[in-house]
C-alpha cells in the first residue's frame, strides 16, 4: 500500500470520528483541499501524521474544535473583491426595495467582516429599517467571535481601501471604535444581526428569504454538497430572489430555477417559487 493511499485512509478515520463524535460532516468536502488542510493540522499539532491526530481528536473537544474550526476555512474581510460589493450597492440593493420586508441570510459569517460588510451597505441604501439580517456558520466559535465584532487593527487600511472601491458613501472609520491595537464595529450605527448555529451539510433551509450571500463557501464542498446546498437556498429563497456566490464558484450554469443575473460575479435570481414554503423562524 502507498504512502497516499494510507494517507486516504487515515484521513477517513478522522473525518468519521469529526462526525460520530461531534456531528460535523465534511466527507463531501472538496478533497483535494481537505487532505491538504488536514496534513497542515498534522504539522500544527506536531504529530507524526493523521493517525496520531485521530485519538486526540477522539478524546480532546479543544483539539477537535481546533481542527474543525481550521478545515472550515474561516476567510474573510471587510468587502473583499470591492467589484462585487460595488455592484450589489449599485444593482443588487435597489432591486430588493420592491420587497416589503427583506430578510438577508449571509452563510459562513468567518470572524464576521463580511457580515458586517453586509450591514454597513443596508444601511448606506437606506434599506436596514426594513431589513432582518441572519449570519450562519457551523462553527459556535467563530459566531462568538464575530458578534463580538472585533479585530486586530493591522489590516484595516486595506479594508477601508476596499469599501472605498467599492464605492462607500460616508467615512469608514465612524463605523468603529479604535483600542489600542485593535478596533471594534459600533453596533449602535447598525441594525441588529442574528448570529445563527447553521451547517449545509446537514441542516434545511430554516426561513424565507430575498437574498442570500454565500461567497467561498461551495468551492470546498464536492458536487453532492452543492447540489444539497443549493437544494436549501433554492427552498429558502422567494420568487424574484437574489443568491450572490464567490467569484471562483462555477455552478448553477442552465439551471432553469436560476437567472444569470452577472455571471463574472456569480448572482444569480430565483425564477420559481420553492416547492415548500418555510414558515419563518
Given amino acids: 500500500m502507498s504512502a497516499r493511499d494510507l494517507e486516504d485512509i487515515e484521513a477517513e478515520l478522522l473525518l ?79 432591486a430588493l426595495e420592491s420587497f416589503p420586508r427583506i430578510n438577508v441570510w449571509q452563510i459562513g459569517c468567518g470572524h464576521g467582516q463580511e457580515t458586517y460588510s453586509v450591514a454597513i451597505l443596508l444601511r448606506e441604501c437606506g434599506l436596514a429599517h426594513k431589513a432582518r439580517m441572519i449570519t450562519t456558520d457551523i462553527n459556535a466559535d467563530l459566531l462568538a467571535t464575530a458578534k463580538r465584532g472585533r479585530w486586530p487593527a493591522e489590516q484595516f ?59 467561498n463557501v461551495l468551492i470546498y464542498f464536492g458536487d453532492a454538497l452543492q447540489a444539497r446546498a443549493l437544494g436549501v437556498f433554492g427552498r429558502s429563497l422567494e420568487r424574484g430572489g437574489y443568491l450572490l456566490l464567490g467569484t471562483a464558484e462555477s455552478i448553477l450554469d442552465g439551471d432553469p430555477a436560476w437567472s444569470t443575473v452577472q455571471p463574472e460575479l456569480r448572482v444569480f435570481r430565483r425564477t420559481t417559487a420553492p416547492a415548500v414554503t418555510c414558515t419563518g423562524w
Avoid at 21 to 42: C, E, H, N
Fill in 16 to 94: 468519521l470520528a469529526l462526525r460520530e463524535r461531534y456531528g460535523y460532516d465534511f466527507a463531501g468536502y472538496a478533497r483535494a483541499s481537505l487532505i491538504r488542510r488536514l496534513r497542515q493540522m498534522v504539522e500544527f499539532f506536531a504529530v507524526a501524521d493523521l493517525a496520531d491526530l485521530l485519538p486526540i481528536v477522539l478524546r480532546n473537544e479543544r483539539v477537535a474544535q481546533a481542527v474543525i474550526n481550521f478545515v472550515s476555512v474561516p476567510v474573510s474581510e471587510f468587502f473583499r473583491d470591492p467589484p462585487v460589493w460595488g455592484y450589489v450597492r449599485e444593482h443588487l440593493i435597489p
Fill in 157 to 215: 487600511g486595506q479594508w477601508r481601501a476596499n469599501y472605498l472601491a467599492a464605492g462607500g458613501t460616508t467615512d469608514f472609520d465612524d463605523y468603529f471604535e479604535h483600542t489600542g491595537d485593535e478596533v471594534s464595529i459600533r453596533a449602535d450605527r447598525l441594525q441588529p444581526i442574528e448570529f445563527v448555529e447553521h451547517n449545509l451539510v446537514t441542516d434545511d433551509a430554516f426561513l424565507e428569504t430575498q437574498f442570500i450571500v454565500c461567497r
